[in-house]
């Protein structure tokens, strides 16, 4: 190899030269819309298709390796060209059609004088239109574009294809690794080796974004101890969506600059704080210069919060405000979403590795480094604590969100502290449960049965869910034949693949020969792939080996295991977990039908999704966040069979799929993996095999077919990411987009009064007190009767106006303790003299709608209606036990669990 130090060597790029009537495969190729239409995958494919595969499914690469004489005489192929007009015809069709959002909201896009409501906001069109901004350190779009590692990114990447078909106004903005992930392959004792090759960005759907002032690349900076780092904008185009990619690999950068865009989560921690610098405060100023002016910033995971940094420091250079009014300006606009159900799982820097990256920035920001490294740790009184990325997210964006239901309920508990006295069910974190974009993922010949039953247009309306209910006209046959042709598909693959990997591990002929013959096509398959970290247990159906050899050896109800996935290369416990399935499968002859499948990326996710008979997924519950492979599956009819965590907590129909336990939780991991791992074995032996080979006379295994069209039916509307897309539109766009509209006009006047309210909160809060509470009740009251309240509040220099004062009331447990409570405004309905003043009477009632133990209590809460989806931490005062009220400071929430009930009754 020639080093470039060595001599400096000029490059230019060769481009495809194709005959005039196949210029519009140039088009197609640099646009990732033909990822998600088979048609358009065809096109590529007739040119060459042995080529095809070589390039991994690379359109742009193809076209410049096909020979000419190939090219010259398609042109000349009149079918080939009919269908090539008819998809470039398509996808232009795409770009400029009226879709959900123009259609739904064209006020945002038009300035159409009608109000919106949403979340029960009225938004102002006057507004202006909407723009989001979506971070994501990830994308996953195609296999051959492999900026991605696993569910992370391919969920950002179905994001950005369902904004394409839903037409939203949004761009993506991430990082472009020069190596992206490792590529895996195991070595001969089945220990997970890595290799980094580079991507070829000259063959790649992307191209430099050119100034035309300059003629050159967009470029920006940012800073770093002691040097500035030059960056270079890339523009990948996913149908409608520009996602914009950030280069450090440039010659006047340092050596070690130019390696911070080589790979994705690799290197060590240093290597991770500049990456997050530059996709985060490198990703905003990337925006500014090439004329982007988002509305909204959407956080996908805390990899990109310094963006608030970059933000708030950029409000305060135009406007000449105090941090904590730019921060109110920038906070309203600001989306988190967190997919991380453990605070290990987060990104989180020493003090004195901040202080060193960030003294920069202080000035700009208008803090010093107590300030900010505040912003990023949950005890804000803690010196030694570690700056969190997700904190940071927390305390500087006024939307967050989990990623299902039950992440959204694990998400509450562990962050509760920031908001110290609020009950865990109302800290202001909501929950958008993750999807798939459906036309990635389904199979084609799937697909062409879903526009024969259910119509061309199932996948463009979010909110459509009685189409799908169409399914149950297709007939069973039909989608038996299909599905079987898929799983003949995905063995024939597999083989292939066992050959190739086994090959590289230098076994013998007649034992790679063995191994891929050992799959059958016409046997139960289930399927295992996701990364392989030790909560995801994927050996937990290796857990009795006696059991499970007694399946595999069955002669009636025979079955095979796919596995894939990855470990991190720093992972030595995920990667001894390859190692034990590697070393389990080569112990008989029957258990060679357990196959581990190399390298997983989303060509092996789609394979195996899209061919399975049954989808294992066996996390320790509350460790998944979401998880979308099991999504992927259902919408091809495969079956669920798995730990109610994550989406399918919420997903699960026993008529469709199979939990595994009814969603215990266990103090000790070995119970847990005993008792879960029998209950899979119990499925399996006594539900799932006999099912799947239950055939009738026509040898249809027709109550199985049911499950695969009720999977399809209520899995694929309800977990889309069009439906995902258009709920985070409708639930925090479009509302963060008129509330910031609301703080940011007049320079910054709405922030600018906001801040001085929070401020004259803060300073009087301290005399807030209730000092009596009243009611009609008494120790037993029948159900649904009224229960009156009155409650005497000292208010010192605040107004009624600018407090919610709140009777809160639920069930009570034996300890005294409310589960679950609703809040009731209360009135002002006197001011009281005596005690210096501030003292009023607020009054209200309740009605008990249930029997049994039931409470309440009153607690006080500042009022501002620009105060929307967040909340002010340290600001709540509840009816305590000694009459005197409270003020909790941040980081105080020991007195929390001192609130008194101040009424408990027998309801019946």
Same mark, same amino acid.
């Given at each position: ?806 009777? #809160?009331?639920?069930? *009570?447990?034996?300890?005294? $303790?409310? +589960?679950? /409570? !609703?809040? =009731?405004?209360?009135?002002? @309905? ?25 409470? #309440?209590?009153?607690? *006080?809460?500042?009022?501002? $209606?620009? +105060?929307? /989806? !967040?909340? =002010?931490?340290?600001?709540? @005062? ?31």
């Amino acid at each position: 190899m020639l080093h470039s130090g060595q001599a400096r060597i000029r490059s230019f790029r060769v481009v495809p030269d194709l005959p005039p009537p196949l210029r519009p495969l140039l088009e197609l190729a640099h646009n990732l819309w033909w990822t998600w239409h088979p048609e358009a995958v065809d096109l590529f494919k007739r040119l060459d298709r042995d080529l095809w595969q070589e390039t991994y499914h690379n359109p742009v690469k193809l076209l410049g390796l096909v020979r000419q004489s190939v090219l010259d005489r398609t042109a000349e192929d009149q079918s080939y060209l009919h269908n090539l007009n008819s998809v470039h015809a398509r996808f232009k069709a795409h770009m400029t059609r009226n879709s959900w959002f123009q259609r739904q909201y064209p006020q945002f896009l038009e300035g159409a004088p009608a109000a919106h409501e949403a979340r029960g906001q009225t938004i102002d069109p006057a507004s202006g239109p909407m723009r989001i901004a979506y971070f994501s350190a990830e994308f996953g779009l195609t296999e051959c574009f492999q900026i991605y590692s696993g569910g992370l990114g391919c969920l950002a990447g179905d994001h950005l294809k369902s904004a394409s078909e839903l037409g939203l106004p949004l761009c993506g903005v991430g990082l472009l690794y020069r190596c992206g992930y490792f590529h895996q392959y195991l070595n001969a004792d089945g220990w997970q080796q890595e290799t980094y090759p580079d991507i070829d960005f000259p063959n790649q759907p992307i191209h430099r974004l050119i100034d035309p002032e300059t003629g050159e690349q967009y470029r920006v900076s940012v800073e770093l101890p002691e040097r500035s780092v030059t960056i270079g904008v890339w523009r990948c185009n996913v149908g409608r969506i520009p996602l914009y990619l950030l280069d450090t690999n440039f010659p006047e950068n340092r050596r070690e600059d130019r390696d911070i865009t080589r790979t994705l989560y690799g290197g060590d921690i240093e290597t991770r704080i500049q990456q997050e610098i530059v996709l985060g405060i490198g990703g905003v100023r990337a925006l500014a210069k090439i004329g982007e002016t988002p509305t909204v910033f959407h956080i996908n995971e805390g990899h990109a919060a310094f963006l608030a940094v970059e933000r708030i420091s950029t409000l305060r250079d135009r406007y000449g405000v105090s941090f904590d009014e730019a921060n109110r300006a920038s906070a309203a606009a600001n989306l988190f979403t967190t997919h991380t159900p453990v605070p290990a799982g987060i990104d989180r820097f020493a003090p004195e590795l901040m202080e060193r990256y960030f003294a920069p920035y202080l000035h700009r920001l208008g803090l010093d480094a107590e300030g900010l490294l505040a912003l990023g740790r949950s005890n804000v009184f803690d010196k030694s604590e570690y700056f969190s990325m997700a904190v940071l997210a927390l305390r500087t964006s006024n939307s967050c969100n989990a990623v299902s239901k039950l992440h959204g309920q694990v998400s509450r508990s562990m962050w509760q502290n920031i908001w110290p006295g609020v009950p865990e069910p109302e800290v202001p974190i909501a929950h958008v449960t993750n999807g798939v974009h459906a036309r990635s993922w389904i199979s084609p010949n799937l697909m062409k049965l879903f526009d024969r039953y259910l119509g061309p247009d199932w996948q463009l309306d979010p909110t459509d869910y009685e189409t799908w209910d169409s399914i149950n006209e297709m007939p069973d046959e039909e989608l038996w034949r299909t599905h079987g042709r898929q799983r003949e598909k995905l063995i024939t693959w597999c083989r292939r693949r066992i050959r190739k990997q086994m090959r590289a591990r230098g076994l013998g002929h007649d034992e790679i020969e063995k191994s891929a013959a050992a799959l059958d096509p016409d046997i139960l398959t289930i399927g295992f792939a996701r990364r392989f970290a030790t909560y995801k247990r994927g050996t937990l159906l290796m857990h009795d080996p006696d059991r499970l050899r007694a399946l595999f050896n069955s002669k009636e109800r025979p079955l095979q295991l796919l596995i894939a996935g990855k470990a991190h290369p720093a992972d030595g416990p995920g990667k001894d977990i390859i190692r034990q399935i590697v070393k389990f499968a080569s112990e008989s002859d029957h258990l060679n039908r357990i196959v581990f499948l190399e390298d997983y990326d989303i060509e092996v996710a789609r394979r195996l999704v899209q061919g399975c008979d049954v989808w294992l997924n066996t996390p320790r519950r509350g460790m998944e966040a979401s998880g979308t492979s099991g999504m992927k599956a259902a919408m091809n009819g495969v079956i669920n069979v798995s730990i109610l965590d994550g989406w399918y907590d919420e997903g699960h129909e026993p008529n469709i799929g199979f939990s595994i336990g009814k969603g215990e939780t266990y103090d000790d991991p070995s119970l847990e993996d005993a008792v879960e791992s029998r209950a899979l074995y119990d499925l399996l032996e006594r539900q799932i095999l006999p099912e799947f080979y239950q055939r009738d006379e026509s040898g249809m295994p027709r109550k199985w077919i049911q499950r695969m069209k009720g999977s399809i039916r209520a899995y694929t509307p309800r977990f889309s990411t069009n439906r995902m897309v258009a709920d985070y539109t409708e639930q925090f766009y479009l509302l963060s987009h008129g509330v910031a509209h609301t703080l940011r006009e007049n320079d910054l006047a709405g922030a600018k009064g906001l801040s001085a309210q929070i401020g004259r909160l803060r300073q009087h809060w301290g005399r807030v007190s209730i000092r009596k509470v009243e009611s009609n009740v008494t120790t037993s009251i029948p159900v649904r009767t009224p229960v009156r309240v009155r409650t005497l509040v000292e208010l010192g220099e605040l107004k009624p106006s600018e407090v919610h004062v709140q009777l #809160f009331h639920g069930e *009570v447990t034996s300890l005294g $303790d409310m +589960l679950h /409570g !609703t809040a =009731v405004e209360l009135h002002a @309905t006197a001011e009281q003299a005596g005690g210096g003043g501030g003292l009023y009477t607020f009054e209200g009632e309740f009605a008990a709608a249930g029997s049994g133990r039931r409470g #309440f209590t009153v607690r *006080v809460l500042p009022r501002d $209606d620009r +105060l929307v /989806g !967040t909340m =002010v931490p340290g600001l709540i @005062t509840w009816y305590q036990q000694d009459d005197t009220g409270a003020h909790f400071e941040s980081g105080d929430a020991s007195k929390y669990a001192a609130s008194k009930l101040s009424g408990v009754m027998a309801v019946h």
